[in-house]
């Protein structure tokens, strides 16, 4: 099943290539080349990253604290060694994420201040390349100062 569904996505991909490339040729040979570079320069950037890589440790870190927060839930004993087994098993499940990043971090501060109806001065400045990168890598990080 899963076989067909690979070569299903092989082809619309395959298909969708070849409907942009007669696009493309009545267009001139200038987009045709851009448009190459694009996705030379995205798919590179793909594998470098390894956004699919992270996508699959994303979900399997969320599942993995959904289980903890359900064990959480139906557990009827409320025993300190009970507490301190959960913690240790979140912490287990925190040593395998990735180093937290600054930047985001911050973005996500200010995301929830605004949602909790702080006022905006409350808030951290955040320039806009820092932003734009915030989901990949920090950048200058250390430049980012409260207002106050």
Same mark, same amino acid.
């Given at each position: 099943?899963?076989?067909?569904?690979? %070569?299903?996505? %092989?082809?619309?991909?395959?298909?969708?290539?070849?409907? $942009?490339?007669? $696009?493309?040729?009545?267009?001139?040979?200038?987009?045709?080349?851009?448009?190459?570079?694009?996705?030379?320069? %995205?798919? $590179? *950037?793909?594998?470098? $990253?390894?956004?699919?890589?992270?996508?699959?440790?994303?979900? =399997? *870190?969320?599942?993995?604290?959904?289980?903890?927060?359900?064990?959480?839930?139906?557990?009827?004993?409320?025993?300190? =060694?009970?507490?301190?087994? !959960?913690?240790?098993?979140?912490?287990?499940?925190?040593?395998?994420?990735?180093?937290?990043?600054?930047?985001?971090?911050?973005?996500?501060?200010?995301?929830?201040?605004?949602?909790?109806?702080?006022?905006?001065?409350?808030?951290?400045?955040?320039?806009? !390349?820092?932003?734009?990168?915030?989901?990949? %890598?920090?950048?200058?990080?250390?430049?980012?100062?409260?207002?106050?």
């Amino acid at each position: 099943m899963i076989d067909f569904i690979v %070569f299903q996505c %092989f082809l619309s991909a395959l298909a969708g290539t070849a409907i $942009i490339a007669l $696009i493309l040729g009545k267009m001139g040979s200038t987009w045709a080349l851009l448009l190459a570079v694009l996705v030379t320069v %995205f798919s $590179i *950037l793909d594998l470098t $990253i390894g956004t699919t890589k992270m996508a699959r440790l994303h979900h =399997d *870190l969320a599942r993995r604290f959904i289980f903890l927060e359900k064990k959480i839930i139906s557990s009827t004993d409320q025993a300190d =060694d009970c507490c301190a087994g !959960y913690s240790a098993e979140r912490l287990d499940i925190e040593a395998d994420e990735p180093p937290p990043m600054a930047v985001l971090n911050i973005v996500c501060h200010n995301e929830m201040l605004r949602a909790m109806g702080y006022p905006i001065g409350d808030q951290v400045e955040i320039k806009w !390349y820092h932003r734009w990168f915030c989901n990949w %890598f920090d950048w200058k990080e250390y430049s980012i100062r409260n207002k106050q």
